[in-house]
């Protein structure tokens, strides 16, 4: 089965500060990643998602994201934080042959003025 | 379109008592999926059904956790009886199921606190 690592637990950045998380994948082939944002209190939003083509992939409020097949990793990116950024950001990737997901832990994002 | 709605929202109960989610999915999705997440972690899958079937629900603990999907459409996940790790927030997710790699839209979640 396929399995998701983010190795941030808890990142901190200054607000217009650039911000990479970082996600990394197991999967025996092409996977489908995402990126999902999770508010206190809400569930959990897509970000953006890539299932082929082009590597690099943007998404909503700003955000990136680049699959990079020869690390396993599907970074998000976002050039500019703003205090609302401040949330929960879970990496998940899909398989092929079901529509298994799995989840990474989560990276917690916290904005300073 | 209206999204995922689950209910309730936030459940306080005693320890040994039962406890149930609700969840309607978006209109036309076949694909549901119940998630248990953990404080501080990411979402594990419950079950997975396939329309009204249950494709996977290896990580279900049987002896206390029941789920439903009459008719293809609404789901009720059951605990009984609830014990204190059972608190959590229990996510319903929805998708078309159309082929691999669909997007799962999630509901609010349903907070559970057992004391």
């Known amino acids: 089965a396929q399995s998701v690592t983010q190795p941030d637990i808890h990142i901190t950045v200054s607000e217009g500060a650039s911000l990479e998380l970082r996600c990394n994948y197991s999967y025996g082939a092409t996977p489908y990643l995402f990126w999902y944002v999770q508010s206190p209190g809400q569930g959990l939003q897509l970000l953006l998602k890539?299932?082929?083509?082009?590597?690099l992939v943007q998404g909503i409020k700003g955000f990136e994201a680049e699959f990079k097949r020869s690390q396993s990793s599907f970074n998000l990116r976002k050039p500019s934080v703003h205090w609302s950024d401040a949330a929960e950001y879970f990496c998940?990737?899909?398989?092929?042959?079901?529509?298994?997901?799995?989840f990474g832990a989560g990276t917690r994002l916290t904005v300073k003025p | 379109e209206a999204g995922v709605v689950q209910s309730p929202r936030y459940k306080i109960i005693e320890k040994k008592q039962p406890v149930a989610f609700w969840c309607n999915p978006i209109?036309?999705?076949?694909?549901l999926y119940w998630y248990l997440q953990n404080l501080g972690q990411g979402p594990e899958l419950l079950i997975r059904?396939?329309?009204?079937?249950?494709?996977?629900d290896s990580q279900l603990p049987k002896d206390r956790f029941s789920a439903e999907r009459l008719k293809g459409v609404d789901s009720t996940l059951k605990i009984q009886p609830a014990e204190l790790g059972d608190s959590a927030v229990y996510l319903c997710?929805?998708?078309?199921?159309?082929?691999?790699?669909?997007?799962?839209?999630f509901g609010e979640g349903s907070w559970l606190t057992v004391v």
């Open positions: 059904y396939e329309n009204e079937e249950a494709v996977d």
């Open positions: 890539y299932f082929s083509g082009d590597t």
């Open positions: 997710a929805s998708s078309t199921g159309q082929g691999t790699g669909n997007t799962i839209y």
């Open positions: 209109s036309g999705h076949n694909t």
């Open positions: 998940a990737v899909g398989a092929h042959n079901n529509n298994d997901m799995r």
